[in-house]
């Protein structure tokens, strides 16, 4: 049911995007997507991504003081004001301002994007105290819901007040983030101190104590947490068989999306994001995903398997890769503009996943196992990519996409045809891989959705 609600809502919220996108011009899309929304990105990340990954390392339930945990995450707040001012100066007065006549209201929508990222931080507690409880739905619900409200303000504004610039979309950010804050108060409100939460043994009992204060005996905030251990990932033979389902489905997305980028594009916003550099951006951010892929999977078995002194060496290490991205993105979106930016974040996340996959050799370097090996798909698997990619590429240059839908078709069909192979082969060379995906992860979901 979950599964089933979020495609519902990301198709609805599709579909409004793409409303959206025949009204605004392309540079205001482009502040909108790649200077104000890397401002909130940046913003919300230094605030609250060490908080996570030091509150979510201790385990759930009742296994450590949820006081403590709570008076921690408040930190976000002060915190996140703390970046924000200094992120607002660099925004308004280093980089160079938009013009006012193509770009209107351009400072004013750096300060509202600042504060939406404020107000999601007010629930971060709740976020947290949802994650580690497994309240799947209410992450879902909420974001789906936020989402549809932030490209309903955004329709609405567009269509009756297209004048209004980037006050139109710093409004609908601003609805978005407080929406989602709704959301989990309204749930918390209602879960906490109810006979579901005395059946959960959930370790809160009322409102009251989701605000921060000091209880007797203990310390305001516990700077020592424990870790979380995902047993599953503590298996080398899973994180091999991760390791090769995600890379194996990230060149998937990287191969077709070179070729399908320009016609997606067309589609989904007509000749706004088509032409120029929409496509080229597009075929970069879908290597970016199979970086992405990579490393979601590597930093997850390195963060439940460092010991304390470890956890907090790598926070020193993950400021390191957070001051060096921000120049990086500087510096390249100056030379290359959005492409340069998908370029930043490609690097960064290159060195993070070159952090952890040193981190797995030295783990496995006394072991039998070598579950980096995962990150080796088969030859023939890379020969059909390969073929595929020269096909596709081909199709792309004969068929698509000023000579009509019956030759957009015949590159749809292309494709169709080459993914099947690219499949075939998966299934043909990666055995290993298709018995993990059948014996243990359809399992694992068939139980968790029915």
């Given at each position: 049911?979950?599964?089933?609600?979020?495609?519902?809502?990301?198709?609805?919220?599709?579909?409004?995007?793409?409303?959206?996108?025949?009204?605004?011009?392309?540079?205001?899309?482009?502040?909108?997507?790649?200077?104000?929304?890397?401002?909130?990105?940046?913003?919300?990340?230094?605030?609250?991504?060490?908080?996570?990954?030091?509150?979510?390392?201790?385990?759930?339930?009742?296994?450590?003081?949820?006081?403590?945990?709570?008076?921690?995450?408040?930190?976000?707040?002060?915190?996140?004001?703390?970046?924000?001012?200094?992120?607002?100066?660099?925004?308004?007065?280093?980089?160079?301002?938009?013009?006012?006549?193509?770009?209107?209201?351009?400072?004013?929508?750096?300060?509202?994007?600042?504060?939406?990222?404020?107000?999601?931080?007010?629930?971060?507690?709740?976020?947290?105290?949802?994650?580690?409880?497994?309240?799947?739905?209410?992450?879902?619900?909420?974001?789906?819901?936020?989402?549809?409200?932030?490209?309903?303000?955004?329709?609405?504004?567009?269509?009756?007040?297209?004048?209004?610039?980037?006050?139109?979309?710093?409004?609908?950010?601003?609805?978005?983030?407080?929406?989602?804050?709704?959301?989990?108060?309204?749930?918390?409100?209602?879960?906490?101190?109810?006979?579901?939460?005395?059946?959960?043994?959930?370790?809160?009992?009322?409102?009251?104590?989701?605000?921060?204060?000091?209880?007797?005996?203990?310390?305001?905030?516990?700077?020592?947490?424990?870790?979380?251990?995902?047993?599953?990932?503590?298996?080398?033979?899973?994180?091999?068989?991760?390791?090769?389902?995600?890379?194996?489905?990230?060149?998937?997305?990287?191969?077709?999306?070179?070729?399908?980028?320009?016609?997606?594009?067309?589609?989904?916003?007509?000749?706004?994001?088509?032409?120029?550099?929409?496509?080229?951006?597009?075929?970069?951010?879908?290597?970016?995903?199979?970086?992405?892929?990579?490393?979601?999977?590597?930093?997850?078995?390195?963060?439940?398997?460092?010991?304390?002194?470890?956890?907090?060496?790598?926070?020193?290490?993950?400021?390191?890769l957070s001051v060096s991205f921000l120049l990086l993105s500087y510096a390249l979106t100056w030379w290359a503009g959005g492409v340069g930016f998908i370029l930043a974040n490609c690097l960064n996340m290159g060195l993070r996943i070159l952090h952890s996959v040193l981190f797995i050799h030295r783990y496995f370097s006394s072991s039998p196992w070598k579950p980096l090996r995962g990150?080796?798909?088969?030859?023939?698997?890379?020969?059909?990519?390969?073929?595929?990619?020269?096909?596709?590429?081909?199709?792309?240059?004969?068929?698509?996409?000023?000579?009509?839908?019956?030759?957009?078709?015949?590159?749809?069909?292309?494709?169709?045809?080459?993914?099947?192979?690219?499949?075939?082969?998966?299934?043909?060379?990666?055995?290993?891989?298709?018995?993990?995906?059948?014996?243990?992860?359809?399992?694992?979901?068939?139980?968790?959705?029915?």
């Open positions: 049911m979950t599964v089933l609600l979020q495609v519902m809502f990301r198709v609805l919220t599709f579909l409004l995007n793409a409303f959206t996108l025949r009204f605004v011009s392309k540079e205001l899309i482009g502040v909108v997507n790649v200077r104000l929304t890397l401002l909130y990105s940046t913003l919300v990340f230094l605030s609250r991504e060490a908080f996570r990954r030091a509150c979510l390392s201790g385990g759930s339930g009742t296994n450590h003081s949820w006081r403590q945990v709570i008076n921690l995450l408040w930190l976000t707040l002060p915190l996140g004001v703390l970046w924000a001012v200094l992120l607002v100066c660099v925004w308004l007065w280093l980089l160079e301002v938009p013009d006012p006549h193509s770009v209107p209201f351009y400072s004013p929508a750096v300060l509202l994007f600042a504060l939406g990222g404020i107000q999601e931080l007010l629930a971060e507690p709740l976020w947290v105290l949802a994650q580690a409880h497994m309240f799947v739905r209410l992450k879902v619900i909420s974001e789906s819901l936020a989402m549809i409200a932030k490209c309903s303000v955004t329709v609405v504004l567009v269509v009756f007040a297209r004048q209004w610039g980037l006050y139109i979309f710093a409004a609908a950010h601003c609805v978005y983030t407080g929406f989602l804050v709704l959301c989990y108060v309204a749930y918390f409100v209602r879960f906490l101190g109810s006979k579901e939460a005395s059946e959960k043994s959930f370790p809160l009992q009322s409102i009251g104590e989701l605000l921060p204060h000091k209880t007797d005996g203990e310390p305001l905030v516990d700077w020592t947490l424990a870790r979380l251990t995902w047993s599953f990932f503590k298996q080398s033979r899973g994180l091999e068989c991760l390791l090769k389902l995600v890379l194996v489905i990230g060149l998937i997305i990287t191969v077709f999306g070179y070729a399908y980028s320009h016609l997606a594009l067309d589609i989904y916003g007509g000749s706004l994001l088509s032409s120029g550099t929409g496509p080229s951006l597009l075929r970069c951010y879908s290597g970016y995903v199979l970086l992405l892929a990579i490393n979601g999977v590597t930093e997850c078995f390195v963060f439940a398997t460092m010991s304390q002194k470890q956890v907090d060496k790598y926070n020193l290490v993950m400021l390191g990150l080796v798909p088969s030859p023939l698997l890379l020969l059909a990519l390969l073929v595929s990619a020269v096909v596709t590429a081909l199709s792309e240059f004969a068929f698509c996409c000023d000579r009509g839908w019956v030759f957009r078709l015949l590159h749809v069909s292309v494709g169709g045809v080459c993914l099947c192979f690219v499949l075939l082969t998966v299934y043909i060379t990666e055995t290993a891989l298709v018995q993990f995906v059948q014996t243990q992860l359809l399992p694992r979901y068939r139980k968790k959705h029915h």
